[in-house]
Structures are given as C-alpha cells and as structure tokens.
C-alpha cells in the first residue's frame, strides 16, 4: 500500500513538474514573441526618412524604446506600442503601432500619427509619406491649479492630482463610451529650460488601448493643458464636468461633420502588411514586410484604423 502510495505521488510530482516546465516554456515563447514584435516595429520606424528645415546638431530621430506599450485582446491587437518623435522637450510626435493576430502567412500592423509641434517636417517610408500641416494639440491656462512645487517629485504628484480632474469619452457608431484615464503618465518631458518647468503625458483608455492623450505642462510658474486625439472616433474632454476639447470622427469615406484621412492631417493612420516566417507562427510575431508592389494601402492614402471600425 505504501509503496503504491508512494508511486501515486511520485507519478504526481512528474506530472505536475512537466505543467510547471511548459508553462514556463510558454511564457519564454510568449516573451519572445513580444520582444520580436517591439523589434519589428523599431526597425519600421527606423527605415523611415525624416527631414526637417531647421538646422540640428544631430538628425531628428525616434526615441529607441516605446515610451508605452499594450494590448488589446478584443480588437486583436496582440501588441501595441507609442514611440516618440525627438529626444528632448516636447516630443515632436507619437507614433502608434498596433498589431493584430497573423492569418496564415499574412500579419498587419496599424500606424497612428500625432504631430505635437508647429515645426515642419516630414517622414517617408513604404506605406508612409506623412507631412502635417497642423499641430494635433492646443496648449489652454489650467485654471484652479497649485504653484508648481519646488521638486519633479512634487510635480509629479500634482500631475496626477490635476489629471483625475479631466474625464473624457468618444462615441463608436451610435454607443457612447466612458474611458478610463490611466493614473500613472506614459511619457514625462521638460518643455522649457526654466527652473521647475516639468510635464507629463496621461492618456484615456478603452479597456486597453489609448484613445485620448493629456498632457499637462508647466513652465515653472503656471500650468497649462493640452488634448489630443489617438482614435478615428467622435471623443470629448471634460474638465471639471465642463466640456473643453471635442474632436470630431475621422473616416476614409467621411459625411458632413466628419474629417477625411490625409497625410497633412495632424493625426491619421495607414495600415501595412506583413509576411509572417514559418518558425515564428506560432509565436504570433512578425517578420519581414511585404514586398512595395503588394503593400496596401497605397502611400498617397491612409486608411482608416483597425481599432475605428
């Protein structure tokens, strides 16, 4: 009997230990996949050419990791990260790459294109000629807001404080949607040399993905607010249950009221194709793109976000 028992347990522990080794196993996967991904996208982004008409001391290029990333598991975004335009001060834009689960060979990746700044430039790559001629955002006086503290510390403890101030939601289709503010900023920067000048980015989400970035600057002595769009839907801001920032539904089709998606739009969005490698499918990464002929859509339109419909 006892040496039964004793089989019983040992054929227990065997049984239990190859559990624990495969999901250990899987979870490596699973961290890799997500690794390859975030590797993709930094090359995407780094074959792009970007130009500007000032003079720089060093080319404008993108911040080397995704200063946010997340996943949508509703929408089938298995992966999605914001990488940031410029290394200092106030970022020049956010890029947003979302990618989807692959079907058989095939894999696509979502941009979204923010520009934050009133500097001229450009970027090129397959899929992408994107030259915006308007900023996506509009810096306001926070009104009812502390002096900046003397410590970033500080500061960041009344940026939080300030940014559960503001709420927002976006319409999708005839459903009104409350988003959910994320407590904790996905990028802080210094947007002028002042002493105590200090700012954070938050963003309003639904359930994972961003859809509405706040960011809220200080030049030491005032504080001021800024709203801006990271969604093809109808979305609103409020500040204290007042209205403030409203911004209406994009559409590659889009009726009265609506705006249309071009590539001098402050926010717009493409779509690219992928081929994904026979040793990587199972993992749900992705590899190379597909060849320029068979790229969709083609370069002079975007198409409408993957997340918007």
């Excluded at 090359?43 to 290029?61: D, H, Q």
């Amino acid at each position: 009997m006892m040496r039964r028992r004793i089989t019983f347990l040992s054929s227990f522990a065997a049984v239990l230990l190859c559990c624990v080794v495969v999901q250990i196993v899987a979870g490596e996967q699973e961290e890799a996949a997500n690794d390859s991904k975030i590797d993709t996208m930094r090359e995407l982004l780094n074959a792009w050419s970007i130009r500007t008409r000032e003079e720089r001391s060093a080319p404008l290029a993108f911040v080397q990791e995704p200063v946010m990333k997340y996943h949508d598991p509703k929408y089938k975004v298995t992966k999605g990260a914001i990488w940031r335009l410029g290394t200092t001060g106030r970022p020049w834009a956010y890029i947003a790459v979302e990618m989807d689960h692959p079907e058989g060979t095939a894999g696509r990746a979502t941009y979204e294109f923010l520009s934050l700044t009133e500097k001229p430039f450009r970027i090129e790559g397959p899929s992408v000629t994107w030259q915006p001629w308007e900023v996506g955002i509009e810096f306001k006086p926070l009104p009812d807001a502390p002096e900046p503290a003397a410590t970033a510390e500080e500061r960041l403890d009344q940026m939080q404080q300030l940014a559960i101030r503001f709420s927002a939601e976006e319409m999708l289709g005839r459903e009104q949607i409350f988003l959910n503010l994320h407590p904790t900023p996905f990028d802080q920067y210094q947007p002028t040399d002042a002493e105590n000048s200090d700012a954070a980015a938050f963003y309003f989400e639904r359930g994972f993905n961003p859809e509405v970035i706040l960011i809220l600057e200080t030049d030491g002595k005032t504080w001021s607010y800024g709203c801006a769009r990271l969604s093809a839907a109808a979305t609103t801001v409020q500040l204290d249950k007042q209205e403030v920032w409203t911004s209406p539904k994009m559409s590659v089709r889009p009726k009265e009221g609506q705006v249309r998606y071009q590539w001098t739009n402050a926010y717009t969005a493409n779509r690219f194709y992928f081929r994904v490698p026979q040793e990587m499918r199972g993992f749900r990464a992705f590899g190379q793109p597909v060849p320029a002929n068979q790229q969709v859509p083609p370069p002079q339109k975007a198409a409408e976000p993957a997340k918007a419909e």
